[in-house]
């Protein structure tokens, strides 16, 4: 019962974020290709026609190529965005995927875990439906003592400490292979602050400079991905892309 009501409680958390934040960036927003990502060439290593794929919570930032993926969000907006490009996409939330146990090979969850309370019931979830030997593709920020406000804004519940990262992701049958800094979050922190203050007090205007000049200035402004083994490429990092695998039956 103890479990069942902290996943009733990390549902409904998620849900609200979403209708407040989420639901109202993605009704604004452009999707963007995946091939214009920094994790474009990684990816392109990872697929195969012969290996069904799953990208969670992608809102219209997909990673996974739009044809041959399965794709889960909890936002309609962005499902409906996704579907009007020709991807096979569903409403669902993460932590109840409407997939059979051990159906794909390739599982993509970037910005996700962190937004959760119940972070055991996604990574359950994810570990269920990715068959062994499955490759994880993972994001997620770090280190506690990095919060701001930013953070309280998106939603997160938690920065993770690379350590515990680490155990949590061993406890649910993943190990890490590599890892690499990430994350398209100005450095500026004056920035953010002005953006989170357009965002919330002029939307319209916010939107349209997100859509034609921040986000096209972001991703050209991307740097290539710098893969290390294990979690050693991004120890000092704010955010973390994690390639993992999945281990057992």
């Not at 319209?204 to 402004?221: D, G, H, I, K, Q």
Request: charge should be positive; proline fraction near 7%.
């Amino acid at each position: 019962m103890k479990s069942m009501n902290s996943r009733a409680r990390g549902d409904a958390a998620l849900l609200e974020v979403n209708r407040r934040f989420y639901d109202p960036l993605w009704t604004d927003a452009r999707l963007v290709e995946p091939h214009r990502f920094n994790t474009w060439p990684l990816v392109c290593s990872l697929i195969s026609p012969l290996r069904p794929r799953l990208e969670v919570a992608p809102g219209l930032r997909p990673r996974l190529p739009l044809d041959e993926t399965y794709f889960v969000d909890f936002s309609s907006p962005a499902v409906a965005k996704l579907r009007a490009r020709g991807a096979n996409a569903v409403v669902a939330l993460v932590s109840a995927l409407p997939f059979p146990d051990h159906a794909f090979e390739l599982v993509c969850a970037l910005d996700i875990i962190e937004h959760v309370d119940d972070e055991d019931a996604v990574l359950f979830e994810l570990s269920r439906v990715a068959a062994p030997n499955a490759s994880l593709l993972l994001s997620v920020p770090l280190h506690p003592e990095l919060w701001t406000a930013f953070d309280d804004f998106v939603g997160h519940r938690r920065r993770y400490d690379p350590q515990r990262l680490i155990a949590k992701l061993a406890e649910h049958g993943f190990s890490v292979e590599q890892s690499a800094g990430f994350g398209m979050r100005p450095r500026s922190s004056r920035l953010v602050d002005i953006g989170m203050w357009f965002l919330t007090h002029r939307r319209e205007r916010a939107m349209w400079w997100y859509n034609r000049v921040f986000m096209p200035l972001s991703v050209y402004f991307q740097k290539r991905l710098s893969l290390a083994a294990g979690l050693s490429g991004a120890r000092h990092a704010d955010e973390v892309l994690l390639v993992c695998r999945k281990h057992g039956t």
